[in-house]
């Protein structure tokens, strides 16, 4: 079984999510889009998790379990879409600007399933 891996999250939009916008934010495009996370083929190799499976990432505001992607990043930085599942993890500090940090949010990974429960957010 593997432990969880601390890690750091950055959000923002994607091209595809982006078009998925256009048509409406109930279309699969849009949900398939904002359903994943986008991290290194180190750490899903550290996850022991293969491109296509679900991950389950959280912190002290919640968790969520998304659809693991590979990009190239940094081994310990995950993207996660804007959407509503990041939305979970961002949580609510604001520093007193009013609006939450989107980048640098730590949380932790670990494959899906490997607790009781689905996980989803």
């Not at 969880?4 to 939009?13: D, P």
């Not at 998925?20 to 180190?42: D, I, M, N, P």
């Not at 804007?82 to 932790?108: C, E, F, I, R």
């Amino acid at each position: 079984m593997c432990a969880k891996v601390q890690a750091t999250m950055i959000t923002g939009r994607t091209s595809k999510q982006g078009l998925g916008l256009v048509t409406g934010k109930a279309t699969k495009q849009y949900r398939q889009e904002v359903e994943t996370v986008e991290l290194s083929a180190a750490l899903l190799a550290r996850l022991g998790v293969q491109e296509g499976e679900r991950v389950e990432i959280s912190n002290r505001w919640g968790t969520v379990t998304l659809v693991a992607r590979v990009a190239e990043l940094p081994e310990y930085l995950v993207f996660i879409p804007y959407g509503p599942w990041a939305n979970v993890l961002v949580g609510d500090d604001t520093g007193g600007t009013g609006m939450p940090s989107y980048k640098g949010v730590p949380v932790a990974l670990q494959p899906a399933g490997k607790r009781g429960g689905s996980g989803e957010g």
